[in-house]
């Protein structure tokens, strides 16, 4: 039987870009590219224009106690809310930008568990490393889970030369699921890594099954 979901065989001689522009740039950049790309009956397309947002590469890390079984989330406003007319504080996983060369991915995660939720990870374990939205946005993301005490975790959170406002609760996994479900929990990447805890849980306690980064 074949394998329909072997990725296709292409490479970056299968697009041919033709321009790019930046036609923004402050907190994130916008970029204009025309481009052409190899169809799937083995023609080339005709050119095709898109605006690119881009933010940079993201990490994003569930912090999970696994001798109490709890996760920890943070709350805060996000301003896409203002486009859909919704008061829109999220409950997401703690997450942040590589802002620089000199960290790595597991070094961020570190850093902004501290920062957003007061929560020193022990082992981190790669989940994937996706792209968030690839319609428009160029957004990779980092996605972790964590070992961590969450005894001590909580409160109010976050930088203030950064205008943060952060809430960190920690609640117990299944909580955390009957949230995704029920629609307290809005952020995809949030409901995908409990979900992923979820399927992983058993034979991560099992077997210690982390890589530690």
Not at 58 to 83: C, F, H, K, M
Not at 125 to 142: D, M, N, R, V
Request: hydrophobic share 40%.
């Amino acid at each position: 039987m074949p394998k329909k979901l072997e990725p296709s065989k292409r490479t970056l001689e299968d697009v041919d870009v033709i321009s790019r522009e930046v036609v923004f740039k402050e907190w994130s950049t916008v970029e204009k590219a025309t481009f052409r790309h190899k169809r799937f009956d083995g023609t080339w397309s005709a050119p095709v224009t898109r605006e690119l947002h881009y933010v940079g590469e993201v990490v994003n890390v569930l912090a999970w106690d696994p001798s109490t079984d709890y996760v920890v989330l943070v709350e805060q406003y996000r301003p896409p809310g203002i486009v859909h007319n919704e008061a829109s504080w999220l409950f997401e996983c703690i997450a942040g930008l590589i802002d620089t060369d000199n960290e790595t991915p597991a070094d961020v995660a570190r850093r902004e568990a501290e920062e957003e939720a007061g929560c020193t990870l022990h082992d981190l374990q790669l989940i994937s490393h996706l792209y968030t939205s690839p319609g428009a946005w160029t957004e990779k993301s980092y996605l972790f889970l964590a070992q961590a005490d969450l005894s001590n975790v909580g409160g109010l959170h976050g930088l203030e030369h950064e205008q943060e406002d952060i809430r960190a609760v920690t609640v117990p996994h299944e909580e955390a699921m009957r949230a995704a479900n029920d629609g307290r929990i809005r952020d995809a990447k949030t409901i995908l890594m409990l979900q992923w805890l979820a399927l992983n849980k058993e034979k991560l306690l099992k077997t210690d099954g982390f890589k530690i980064l």
